[in-house]
């Protein structure tokens, strides 16, 4: 079946996403997040484009940028090529890692921005991860003076300014109807958490003599500490076992 053809923006603004192959997660961590956009601002930069929102949750990513019509899939070719090549380096995982083409939508007016700059700044919430707006791996900080990755000043001249940004995003409003991909729960739990919930959840086997446990047991344990939302690298910690294991176990049992 042929693609669908990508519209192209008269404003040359697009909103743009993609999630994990398969919805699996892949920002493990704030090391995996920071890469993926240290090299998004360099991308951009060499690509003529300017970032306007962003959020980057577990399985997905929503960008919000100006950029030239016929450099949107060269940017994103490159950014995902390079954040796929070290999402396998760190984790020693194989195959996809991204679900394919990243989806795209021209943003044409004013009022279409102001709701799309709003649902993505909404996306933590909304998923269940995050209680509020300023969550730490957004752009809505920065709109509130925190430096980094966005240029605010074109957003916030269309709101009119910091105050009416701030109370657009509070006003009660219906659902919006944008871009969006389906969002697992966010890995955020304490160390000290996690590390209760693998000592209840692994009755027959200590949590620390895991990486000597025959490997049927140690790959089913670690199975179960996934799934149960503590991350690759907090069982690394808890355990010694390399990432690269941790990340394979269970695939096996499932194919």
Same mark, same amino acid.
């Not at 916030?156 to 995003?169: A, I, N, P, R, W």
């Given at each position: $079946?042929?693609?669908? @053809?990508?519209?192209? !923006? =008269? !404003? *040359? ?7 994990? @192959? ?14 993926? $956009?240290? +090299? ?35 940017? $994103? ?16 995982? %194989? ?7 990243? +989806? *795209? ?9 102001? #709701?799309? %700059? ?33 240029? #605010? *000043? ?26 969006? /991909?389906?969002? %697992? ?8 958490? /996690? ?9 027959? %086997? @200590?949590?620390?003599?895991? +990486?000597? @446990? ?14 149960? =939302? ?18 394979? /176990? ?6």
């Amino acid at each position: $079946m042929p693609r669908t @053809a990508r519209k192209q !923006s =008269g !404003s *040359s603004v697009y909103h743009i996403v993609n999630r994990g @192959a398969g919805k699996q997660i892949i920002f493990e961590d704030d090391a995996d997040r920071a890469f993926f $956009m240290k +090299k998004l601002e360099a991308l951009l930069d060499e690509e003529g484009g300017t970032l306007l929102a962003w959020c980057l949750m577990g399985n997905h990513f929503h960008l919000l940028a100006t950029i030239p019509f016929e450099r949107l899939n060269e940017l $994103m070719h490159r950014l995902q090529t390079s954040y796929a090549g070290y999402f396998n380096r760190v984790y020693g995982h %194989v195959g996809a890692v991204f679900e394919g083409r990243f +989806k *795209s939508e021209p943003v044409e007016t004013d009022e279409y921005l102001m #709701t799309v %700059v709003r649902y993505i700044h909404e996306n933590p919430r909304k998923g269940g991860v995050y209680n509020g707006l300023d969550y730490p791996w957004s752009s809505y900080r920065e709109y509130c003076g925190k430096k980094g990755y966005a240029d #605010t *000043s074109f957003v916030l001249d269309v709101f009119g300014g910091l105050s009416q940004f701030k109370t657009f995003h509070d006003a009660q409003h219906q659902d919006e109807r944008c871009l969006e /991909a389906r969002e %697992v729960p966010l890995r955020g739990l304490s160390d000290e958490d /996690a590390r209760c919930i693998a000592d209840k959840l692994l009755e027959d %086997v @200590a949590v620390g003599s895991l +990486k000597g @446990a025959d490997r049927q047991t140690r790959d089913k344990a670690l199975a179960m500490l996934k799934a149960r =939302g503590l991350s690759v690298r907090q069982i690394q910690r808890m355990t010694g076992i390399s990432l690269g294991v941790i990340s394979k /176990a269970g695939k096996e049992m499932n194919t």
